[in-house]
């Protein structure tokens, strides 16, 4: 597994006059995707926050959900951000993985077709990219084919290619014919001449943060410090405009300023990314509803079942997220 991490590291120049404890915790924490939905993860590494909490985090950079599943159930990274889908399954397989944070909750993909299919009926016998299956752009996939008409894997092959910087090179060179894209790399694509067919838009558990309950009994000062800097990263996103974009552009390469400018609105908006980070009980209420399809087991489990909120909680509680945002600039 250590063959496919690719570490990330550097520090942006950004001064904050809180003191950093003297005792740093080292830990690794997995991200499965090159997307905004890691985007409080990123801020909270380049931006110094998880050093102000006392946690020395390397950022690991897992090519899937699968993969940075592995790794959190084999402690490898006893954190993680990871697709909502992703814990679901693994938890109704029996696995003690549960959501600490709703980073994102709210799902919107494009279905992103080749310049030469620009209606449902050209898409038939073809193949659209996504993730991995059971994934969020599966998931996704499948409910943008059914609006136009379309039914999945019948009418439309679903292939597993990996993230978002793959799924847009499979398309650009004609390994498939569509794929389901982040609403920022579907306006690139639609300026390179392809085509937005459909939009799947809903609240989702999208990416969170996840970790392990044996984890949480064993080191919940550990969690505590994770789920501080996670808030104080979204609200840092949120008023810090520059510094996010700085971020952004790190992390996902060189782009369009035009197309910067939306990316950052999009992924900062607080009805995609909450202020407080509590986890979505009706966003995993639909991705249980979609499991329920295959698994059995999905029908009868609860939302409550797969989130720990006790964290959020506490400090939401304590008036700590509510002072942050008595000034809010942007």
């Known amino acids: 597994m250590k063959a ?14 809180s003191v950093v404890p003297a005792q740093q915790i080292k830990m690794t924490l997995g991200y499965g995707s090159i997307s905004t939905n890691h985007f409080p993860a990123w801020m909270a590494k380049e931006s110094g926050i998880f050093r102000e909490n006392g946690l020395d985090v390397e950022l690991v950079y897992f090519r899937g959900g ?32 549960v959501m600490i944070a709703g980073g994102v909750v709210t799902s919107d993909q494009w279905l992103v077709t080749r310049p030469d ?36 894997v019948k009418d439309v092959a679903i292939v597993q290619i990996g993230g978002v910087p793959e799924r847009l090179g499979a398309l650009e060179k004609g390994k498939v014919q569509a794929a389901m894209l982040g609403v920022t790399e579907a306006l690139m694509a639609q300026k390179k001449g392809f085509n937005a067919l459909a939009a799947a838009t809903q609240v989702y558990q999208a990416s969170g943060v996840a970790t ?40 996902l390469g060189p ?28 966003g995993i209420k639909n991705i249980l509803e979609s499991l329920a399809e295959t698994d059995p087991k ?26 942050l945002y008595k000034v809010r600039k942007r």
């Open 298 to 323: 999905a029908k009868t489990a609860k939302p409550e079942d797969f989130v720990d909120m006790s964290f959020i909680k506490e400090l939401d509680k304590s008036g700590f997220v509510d002072d």
């Open 117 to 152: 299919i620009k209606a449902a009926e050209q898409l038939k016998g073809g193949s659209v990219a996504t993730s991995v299956y059971g994934g969020s752009s599966d998931f996704l996939a499948r409910m943008a084919l059914k609006k136009i008409g379309l039914t999945p």
């Open 212 to 251: 392990t309950r044996r984890f949480i009994r064993e080191r919940p000062d550990i969690v505590r410090r994770y789920i501080k800097s996670q808030i104080e990263a979204v609200h840092r996103i949120k008023t810090d405009r520059e510094t996010a974009k700085k971020v952004l552009l790190k992390y």
């Open 255 to 282: 782009q369009d300023k035009d197309v910067l400018e939306k990316r950052y609105d999009y992924a900062s908006a607080d009805e995609r990314l909450p202020p407080k980070q509590y986890p979505t009980l009706e």
């Open 66 to 97: 699968t993969t940075a599943m592995m790794a959190l159930l084999s402690r490898e990274t006893p954190i993680s951000e990871i697709a909502g889908p992703s814990v679901v399954s693994a938890s109704l397989r029996g696995t003690d993985v």
């Open 4 to 17: 496919v991490i690719w570490a990330v590291g550097l520090f942006l120049p950004v001064s904050f006059c």
